[in-house]
């Protein structure tokens, strides 16, 4: 508040007084009853309320009192309204207080407010109006598009405040860093913040906000929030049956696909072959009916978006639908039946299953043929005995032989010896028998 006092009597002084007695007299004079003084506040306001000003009147003796605005026109002359703008009211003028009011402020109705009191001389006091603009919600604006393993540009804008606005992102309750920029319009200010963060497919979907403060919020925030929009090339994976399939049965698949933007065609197909008559493609589900062996195969499901393609492939395998019946007998062990006793045990058989093969029947025996090892036995030991025979009948002959031999070798030395006596006639049979 600064008040301005008006007296004819401080403009009497004689210029040789000193600056300080001036002062002091002005002073002296001004506060006698019969000086006037008018006062005028100072007022802030924010953009679209209503701002009251006020001029304050001391020893008002009936003077003109005019109020103009800040381009110098007449608003109000003694309470009478000098200017056809509906905005102004006049709404209260007495001896000590005159005020008017001005609804839907802008900031061009910004300015010093005159508040004149004419008497002998015209002096005034200017009511200063600050109009204050708080920021709206601010945008984001996305430079390019976010792809997968690039990079994404974001601006935060808040177009129009003042005093300029402050802005900052939040990820993940963590300030982000931005480059701030800012720019006048006259009397409101321009502010944004923009940003540059790495995306991956992860990132999709992923929340950020811009929040702008501004004193004349009191404390409070503006708040914009946005999502990441990542795009990236699909992925696709068939969700395969359980169990085993056999002719008969109903084959049912559902392609999972993924992707941004999500594809909308997806694609059935079979390797090396066309799609069975009872196909049935309901979007991402394949089905067949009444499965048989010409079904076999791999099948393939693909789809693709402006970033790329994916598919992935099922093999189906076919089994014979065929009942095997296991038949298990009574008792855990076989049991023997011997119908004679020169006759061999005859064994019943125990059905058992092949853990590896269920479907599959092995024969069992739990007996062991004692008879039939029995009597290899008897003829190995009787094969034996006749060797045995054979080969000492053989020895004795051959030594029967050797001594026969013997003696006749006995006689002929003698009949040597007996010619070798006699003389050449020996001799000559000696070489007889030699010969």
């Not at 009147?57 to 007449?74: E, K």
């Not at 393993?149 to 405040?161: A, I, K």
């Not at 393939?300 to 038949?327: E, F, I, K, M, P």
């Not at 005995?385 to 030395?413: F, N």
């Amino acid at each position: 508040m600064r008040p301005v006092r008006s007296c004819v009597l401080c403009r009497l002084l004689p210029a040789p007084f000193s600056l300080a007695l001036r002062s002091l007299v002005l002073v002296l004079l001004c506060i006698t009853p019969r000086c006037q003084a008018v006062q005028a506040e100072n007022v802030t306001v924010l953009e679209g309320g209503t701002a009251q000003i006020s001029c304050r009147l001391q020893n008002y003796d009936g003077s003109i009192v005019v109020i103009q605005n800040p381009r110098r026109q007449t608003l109000f002359f003694n309470g009478t309204r000098a200017l056809k703008d509906d905005r102004f009211q006049m709404v209260l003028f007495t001896q000590r207080l005159v005020r008017i009011e001005l609804t839907n402020v802008s900031v061009s109705d910004e300015g010093g407010y005159f508040c004149q009191l004419y008497t002998d001389a015209t002096h005034h006091q200017v009511a200063t109006l600050s109009v204050s603009v708080p920021p709206e919600i601010p945008t984001v604006e996305v430079k390019q598009e976010a792809v997968e393993g690039g990079e994404v540009e974001l601006t935060c804008v808040s177009p129009r405040s003042k005093p300029a606005a402050t802005l900052r992102w939040i990820r993940n309750a963590r300030e982000i860093p931005g480059v701030m920029s800012q720019q006048d319009n006259g009397k409101t200010f321009s502010v944004s913040s923009t940003i540059r963060i790495p995306v991956e497919r992860k990132d999709n979907g992923a929340a950020l906000s811009c929040e702008a403060f501004h004193p004349a919020l009191g404390g409070q925030k503006r708040i914009r929030h946005y999502r990441l929009d990542v795009y990236f090339a699909p992925t696709v994976r068939i969700v395969p049956p359980t169990g085993i399939l056999r002719e008969g049965d109903s084959l049912s698949l559902t392609c999972s696909v993924t992707g941004n933007p999500l594809p909308r065609n997806i694609q059935w197909s079979k390797i090396n072959d066309t799609l069975p008559e009872r196909a049935e493609i309901s979007g991402p589900t394949f089905q067949i009916s009444r499965l048989s062996q010409s079904h076999n195969g791999t099948y393939l499901c693909q789809a693709q978006n402006n970033y790329g393609r994916a598919a992935d492939h099922y093999t189906l395998l076919v089994y014979d639908n065929v009942s095997v019946t296991t038949t298990v007998p009574p008792t855990p062990t076989t049991q023997p039946i011997t119908s004679h006793p020169a006759t061999p045990t005859l064994l019943i058989p125990r059905v058992a299953p092949d853990p590896k093969d269920p479907g599959a029947v092995v024969e069992t025996h739990s007996a062991v043929p004692y008879a039939v090892i029995g009597g290899v036995l008897a003829l190995l030991v009787f094969t034996v005995i006749c060797v045995l025979i054979v080969t000492i009948w053989c020895s004795v002959r051959q030594k029967g032989s050797y001594l026969t031999h013997e003696a006749s070798g006995l006689d002929e030395h003698g009949e040597v010896q007996e010619a070798f006596l006699n003389g050449n006639d020996a001799s000559q049979g000696k070489k007889e028998y030699l010969l």
